[in-house]
């Protein structure tokens, strides 16, 4: 079975400029979920999807960033525009189903973003 | 913000001990426990999920849940060079349509050899 994948791994961007990163959940995973791993923290939920729906965004900047999950498969995440402190690893991971709270989260192997 | 906590560490041990990580929550509503193991420059992978009080063991690893206490921790018996990483409690809050995932900051684990 094929894992959660992302791209781009790396990113280097200026301050003020844009940036997005797409994630393919694996086959059949109905939730999504973008965390934001600064270094030497856990990692910050941003969003989570059921399938096309956003299940919770509080904790998304929504004055510079953007997500969207079309057809309830893949998913971006943009960033408009970036500020120094947005540096850190994107994770995206997936689970069945939401509804189970004990369901199992699979991380894809994140993007790391430098904004300087 | 529900919080949930973990000493930072690092804690080292050195190999064949056991290690205890330890982890306490803030949210009582609290459904589902986790802990991740994360390798430097690596994403999470899950190691062990609890749901209700009491032990849970798989292999070299037992999760414990005290809700009372709202305490979580992770015991590695026979500690291994490889088990060196940062190992992430992680917590699941709410109910009924939806939940959360609320990760602790993750402590450090070094097992000398």
């Known amino acids: 079975e094929a894992g959660v994948a992302q791209s781009p791994r790396y990113k280097i961007i200026e301050k003020r400029q844009s940036v997005a990163f797409w994630c393919n959940p694996i086959s059949g995973h109905a939730t999504l979920y973008w965390y934001q791993q600064i270094l030497g923290q856990g990692p910050k939920l941003l969003i989570q999807?059921?399938?096309?729906?956003?299940?919770?965004d509080s904790q998304l900047p929504k004055d510079r960033f953007s997500a969207e999950r079309l057809k309830g498969v893949d998913s971006t995440l943009k960033i408009q525009p970036a500020k120094l402190e947005d540096s850190a690893v994107y994770l995206c991971a997936s689970s069945l189903a939401s509804s189970l709270a004990g369901d199992t989260q699979y991380f894809g192997p994140g993007t790391r973003l430098t904004v300087l | 913000q529900k919080e949930v906590e973990q000493n930072s560490g690092p804690l080292s041990v050195p190999e064949g001990a056991i290690a205890s990580l330890n982890c306490t929550y803030s949210d009582r509503g609290s459904q589902s426990f986790f802990w991740y193991r994360q390798y430097s420059g690596k994403s999470p992978e899950l190691i062990m999920s609890?749901?209700?009080?009491g032990d849970k063991e798989d292999g070299r690893f037992t999760a414990q849940l005290n809700k009372a206490s709202q305490y979580v921790s992770l015991l590695i018996r026979d500690s291994q060079p490889s088990d060196s990483a940062t190992y992430l409690c992680?917590?699941?809050?709410?109910?009924?349509?939806?939940?959360?995932?609320?990760f602790g900051a993750g402590t450090r684990l070094f097992v000398k050899a």
């Open positions: 999807f059921q399938n096309n729906g956003v299940v919770d």
């Open positions: 992680a917590v699941n809050e709410g109910g009924g349509g939806g939940f959360k995932t609320i």
């Open positions: 609890i749901y209700s009080n």
